[in-house]
């Protein structure tokens, strides 16, 4: 399980800068090469819900009451706890407060139409994120960096769409540059997480392991879990 949106953001805040002290002195110009930027969260969340989609659309009825990796969940459990991540985190992009204190049955609510419907919440999030100044400021009620908030839904779709699909015996290939992005979440997260349970303690993986393969140890995850 990761729900990412109760764990707090440990990055230090920087102080604040004196208005009436003098300006200090620039430092050198660096010759080093620029660090690349992010892409937007938009982006990755477009990319993670592509990635996740088939997968869900490949559960079938007979498969929702499976175990999955996340103990606590069964298939049907873990998608609609996803269903209510992919809405909830629309409006932590609009900076408003959300309640994680219930989870609404969508799947039972949507019957068939399930997939499409979560199709449809998908790329409301990522239209959510879209938004002007989504990423900036902070949001929800812990008030943490809203790019933080954008990347801890971005963990639940692309780590939960492998549980799922673990789950289900079906293929899944995460979206390309989500798995780096994750893994610095999760480095600055982790420590946090674990405290409150939210992540089981860190696994080891055997040199060479894939991006994937490393983020889900890291979050407590056996990258060979099987429902055998």
């Known amino acids: 399980m990761t729900d990412m949106q109760v764990i707090p953001d440990e990055t230090p805040v920087r102080e604040q800068t004196d208005p009436t002290a003098p300006a200090p002195t620039p430092a050198p110009a660096s010759t080093a090469p620029p660090t690349p930027t992010s892409p937007p969260i938009t982006a990755l969340l477009d990319a993670a819900a592509q990635a996740a989609l088939p997968v869900l659309r490949g ?3 007979d498969q929702l009451g499976l175990p999955t990796p996340c103990a606590e969940y069964d298939v049907r459990a873990l998608l609609n706890h996803l269903f209510q991540v992919v ?10 407060d959300v309640d994680f204190s219930t989870t609404p049955d969508r799947l039972g609510d ?6 499409d419907r979560f199709a449809e919440e998908a790329a409301r999030l990522v239209g959510a994120w879209a938004v002007p100044g989504a990423e900036d400021g902070l949001t929800g009620g812990m008030k943490l960096p809203a790019r933080t908030v954008g990347a801890m839904v971005l963990l639940d779709l692309t780590v939960h769409a492998w549980d799922v ?3 289900a015996g079906l293929p899944y290939t995460p979206a ?3 798995v780096a992005e994750l893994r610095t979440l999760v480095a600055q997260m982790a420590p946090t997480a674990r405290k409150m349970n939210v ?4 696994l080891l993986v055997p040199p060479g392991s894939s991006g994937l393969d490393a983020l889900l140890a890291e979050t407590g995850r056996d990258p060979q879990w099987t429902t055998g």
């Not at 809405?87 to 900076?95: D, E, G, I, N, R």
């Open 59 to 61: 559960v079938r009825d």
């Open 87 to 96: 809405v909830a985190f629309q409006t932590l992009a609009a900076k408003k």
């Open 110 to 115: 949507y019957g068939a139409q399930w997939p």
């Open 165 to 167: 699909a673990r789950a």
């Open 176 to 178: 390309p540059g989500c």
């Open 199 to 202: 992540f089981a303690e860190p």
